[in-house]
């Protein structure tokens, strides 16, 4: 029986404002390139997953700045690729340094689905987590977001060492909630780090999907909307 459910943050209950897609589209356009932010969409998407990736062999922030140099370049030369434009060394490091002055004022807001779903959770009498990676402050991010009234707890990999899919930070949730692995529930959108890192430790997994980025997956339920979530929690008899 399900008795928790718990959530990843970025691009599962939130988003970026202003859009990524018009923060890059500017950087680009700063460093000589014209890339309209509709174009930019797909290759963000794929830049992200490479990097997720990369930072659950073992976290980007630990390793040294030349590597980190490196990394940064290959995510913006992802996000041109995705829009068929390859661009030099120079020109990818001018993107980088515009992008870290722009992200400055960058926040967050959530996806439309969000707030009905949790509600609905909440009077289910279910104990909702979220389990991220990012590191802010994010008790802050939860009350301007209205998201406190429905979240039991928050985990952040800060506050245990250890970044998904690592399992410090899904025992904590398990802990914060009071269930066993197989009470639990954990819904996000990055295949390695939250399907691997939650089954990992015996939690069920559920992939949301909203972009089609893993079509492949067919191990575990995948969905394109939150709102698809309830089916998934209790299973038919």
């Excluded at 009905?116 to 008790?139: A, P, R």
């Excluded at 079509?215 to 709102?227: F, K, N, Q, W």
């Amino acid at each position: 029986m399900t008795r928790a459910v718990f959530f990843d943050w970025f691009n599962t209950l939130a988003r970026f404002d202003p859009p990524r897609e018009a923060l890059h589209s500017q950087a680009f356009l700063e460093s000589g390139i014209n890339v309209p932010p509709g174009e930019l969409g797909r290759g963000l998407l794929v830049a992200d997953r490479g990097w997720f990736e990369e930072n659950a062999r073992s976290r980007v922030e630990e390793r040294g700045p030349e590597e980190q140099l490196e990394i940064g370049i290959r995510y913006e030369e992802t996000v041109l690729a995705g829009a068929g434009i390859k661009a030099d060394r120079e020109t990818l490091l001018k993107v980088l340094k515009q992008m870290q002055r722009l992200y400055k004022g960058i926040t967050f807001i959530l996806f439309e689905d969000v707030l009905d779903v949790l509600k609905t959770l909440k009077q289910q009498g279910l104990i909702l987590g979220l389990l991220t990676n990012v590191n802010e402050d994010m008790d802050a991010i939860c009350r301007r977001l209205d998201l406190e009234p429905y979240l039991n707890f928050v985990v952040t990999s800060r506050e245990v060492g250890a970044d998904k899919p690592s399992p410090p930070i899904f025992l904590a949730a398990l802990e914060h909630a009071g269930v066993d692995a197989s009470e639990a529930v954990h819904v996000g959108d990055q295949y390695k780090m939250d399907v691997v890192g939650a089954r990992g430790v015996g939690i069920s997994p559920i992939l949301i999907d909203r972009y089609n980025l893993y079509p492949e997956v067919t191990d575990c339920p995948r969905i394109r909307a939150l709102s698809e979530v309830g089916k998934y929690l209790y299973p038919s008899p």
